[in-house]
Nanobody, 120 residues
Framework: VQLQASGGGLVQPGGSLRLSCAAS????????MGWFRQAPGKEREFVAAISWSGGETAYKDSVKGRFTISRDSAKNTVYLQMNSLKPEDTAVYYC??????????????WGQGTQVTVSS
């Protein structure tokens, strides 16, 4: 599976962004999908995941109620809608395909990352 993340940018606190991750190659619907992020000097951390069917989702506690993960199997794309963004959300965001857990080692394929900067 090849993954291409996009949609990052500079946004003011309280603003919104929608990240997209387009998949190609092996059957997209066979995989759960996740979003992770990595801030400078920090470990890559789990943000959100969605099951292969789209019926189950999971979120990092600090983004619950602000971020929404979804997938469109017809477009082979997974999305991360981010609302009420905070400066601490600033990071490079990565999409990944795999088992859909909170753990990096459960994902087999990774996108290249897209920068999200939240600043006034």
């Amino acid at each position: 599976v090849q993954l291409q993340a996009s949609g990052g940018g500079l946004v003011q606190p309280g603003g919104s962004l929608r990240l997209s991750c387009a998949a190609s190659g092996r059957t997209f619907s066979n995989y759960a999908m996740g979003w992770f992020r990595q801030a400078p000097g920090k470990e890559r951390e789990f943000v959100a995941a969605i099951s292969w069917s789209g019926g189950e989702t999971a979120y990092k506690d600090s983004v619950k109620g602000r971020f929404t993960i979804s997938r469109d199997s017809a477009k082979n794309t997974v999305y991360l809608q981010m609302n009420s963004l905070k400066p601490e959300d600033t990071a490079v965001y990565y999409c990944a395909a795999g088992l859909g857990s909170k753990f990096k080692h459960d994902y087999d394929y990774w996108g290249q990352g897209t920068q999200v900067t939240v600043s006034s």
